[in-house]
């Protein structure tokens, strides 16, 4: 694993009016910072700056001759602070509530500038990763290239409000909370007709298939995974909000210079794909760089994990050689040497 580099942000001013000092970590993979066009990855829910080489969560994607080229890119991952993955007990977060998925972003913004970076070739972030991509994008419109947004939305629906409400009173009420906070979570990661086809009503002992699984992921998580950091990011999923209305979305992501992609799925349960294809509809007027895709698949909102070969199509024309040529790759090179 490439090592786990720190910044420490001091007096950070919270969108509730509070002031906090915090660690932020990251990790690099690829190419050295400033040598090459740079790739900002944000993670979902229970991921971590770890995106390739051994444990990395998305191999499939990134990676030596994969899509995101780790010889061709520079690839830079954020840890959302609190969620662990320094395991140092210190910088965990209890104080949950007092974050948003906007301060998250902004933290992001300190680290970029702590490390001079000025221009980004693309984000990109999935899931809890895909709301602060927005927040990162409105905050800073001449930033990026290339905004990708997948399986995500930028206002937490009613919906999302709802399951992260479940989750946080299972959290805090729950004589085993990661285990039951997990199970229930994977009961709308997934779909019924992925579940269905999984098992076929299987049993294992004197459980069914289905149970013993659900039982595994909880108790995975809770080996890997603190409860403070689990109860922080569920929380920041409900917190996801570039603009109150769709009108005041508009104004603001309009002004965003770089092309803005869109990819949703078809079954996701979580993020719902009707309002991918709202924001589309109601956006595309106002900015022409801007385009949707559709992952296929039964698997809901767990196929950004699990549909690699769909999700490598739709990114392609991004990460081709072309898109290197242009932004100038050869720059970089001098830059380097």
């Known amino acids: 694993m490439r090592k786990l580099q720190h910044i420490s942000v001091h007096n950070f001013a919270l969108s509730n009016g509070e002031t906090t000092s915090l660690g932020l970590t990251y990790q690099v993979f690829g190419q050295a910072l400033h040598t090459a066009p740079i790739v900002l990855i944000n993670h979902a829910l229970t991921g971590n700056s770890n995106v390739t080489g051994i444990n990395g969560w998305w191999n499939d994607v990134v990676g030596n001759q994969n899509i995101i080229d780790t010889q061709k890119y520079t690839i830079l991952c954020f840890n959302i602070p609190g969620n662990g993955f320094d395991n140092k007990e210190e910088n965990l977060i209890n104080n949950y509530k007092d974050f948003t998925a906007n301060d998250i972003a902004k933290i992001f913004e300190i680290g970029l500038y702590t490390l001079n970076i000025d221009t980004i070739h693309t984000v990109i972030g999935a899931s809890l990763g895909g709301g602060i991509t927005w927040h990162l994008a409105v905050n800073n419109p001449n930033l990026f290239e290339n905004i990708v947004v997948v399986a995500s939305h930028w206002k937490a629906d009613d919906w999302l409000i709802a399951n992260t409400f479940i989750q946080d009173n299972i959290l805090n009420n729950s004589n085993r909370p990661m285990e039951d906070a997990r199970t229930h979570a994977m009961t709308f990661y997934r779909t019924a007709t992925s579940f269905n086809k999984k098992f076929e009503g299987q049993k294992e002992a004197h459980f069914y298939a ?116 242009r932004i100038g790759l050869t720059k970089y090179k001098q830059t380097a040497s």
Request: glycine share 4%.
């Open 210 to 325: 289905v149970e013993n699984w659900l039982q595994y992921h909880g108790n995975a998580l809770k080996n890997r995974f603190q409860l403070s950091s689990y109860k922080l990011m569920n929380h920041l999923l409900k917190t996801i909000e570039v603009a109150k209305s769709h009108e005041e979305f508009t104004n603001k992501a309009s002004k965003i210079a770089g092309h803005i992609h869109l990819v949703t799925i078809n079954t996701d349960g979580l993020f719902l794909a009707d309002n991918n294809w709202e924001t589309y509809i109601q956006l595309k007027p106002k900015k022409e760089n801007l385009s949707i895709s559709e992952i296929k698949s039964i698997h809901g909102h767990d196929a950004f994990l699990i549909e690699f070969e769909q999700l490598s199509k739709i990114l392609k024309p991004i990460f081709q050689l072309s898109t290197l040529k």
